[in-house]
C-alpha cells in the first residue's frame, strides 16, 4: 500500500506564499509523474502543475508565473512553491502520483487533500 500525505496549506493574505509537500511513502519501486490539483467549492476538481521524474513540468495557465513544482526523488516527495497568491486560488489542493509498486505495475494514488484559503 502507499500513502500520499500532504502538508504546508493555510490561510494566508492576497499576495502572499505558500509552500505545499506531499510525501510519499509504503511499497514504492519508484514514482513517475507527480502532480497537484486543485478543487474549489462548487467547481470540478482542475489540474495545476505536473512534474516528470525527469523533471519536466507543465502548468495551468491561471499559475503560470506564481507556482513552481518540484520534486524530491531520494525522498519521494512534491512539492508547490506558490507565490502571489489570489482569493481565487482558495481549493482544497491535492497530490497525486502515479507509482510503480513492482515491475510493470503502476499504480495512481491521491493525497486526502489540504486546505489553502487566500483572503482579500
Known amino acids: 500500500q502507499v500513502q500520499l500525505v500532504e502538508s504546508g496549506g493555510g490561510l494566508v493574505q492576497a499576495g502572499g506564499s505558500l509552500r505545499l509537500s506531499c510525501a510519499a511513502s509504503?511499497?514504492?519501486?519508484?514514482?513517475?509523474?507527480m502532480g497537484w490539483s486543485r478543487q474549489a467549492p462548487g467547481k470540478q476538481r482542475e489540474l495545476v502543475a505536473t512534474?516528470?521524474?525527469?523533471?519536466?513540468?507543465n502548468y495551468a495557465d491561471s499559475v503560470k508565473g506564481r507556482f513552481t513544482i518540484s520534486r524530491d526523488n531520494a525522498k519521494n516527495t512534491v512539492y508547490l512553491q506558490m507565490n502571489s497568491l489570489k482569493p481565487e486560488d482558495t481549493a482544497v489542493y491535492y497530490c497525486?502520483?502515479?507509482?510503480?509498486?513492482?515491475?510493470?505495475?503502476?499504480?495512481?494514488?491521491w493525497g486526502q487533500g489540504t486546505q489553502v484559503t487566500v483572503s482579500s
Open positions: 497525486n502520483a502515479e507509482v510503480l509498486v513492482r515491475v510493470g505495475r503502476h499504480i495512481g494514488y
Open positions: 509504503g511499497s514504492i519501486f519508484s514514482i513517475n509523474g
Open positions: 512534474i516528470t521524474s525527469g523533471g519536466s513540468t
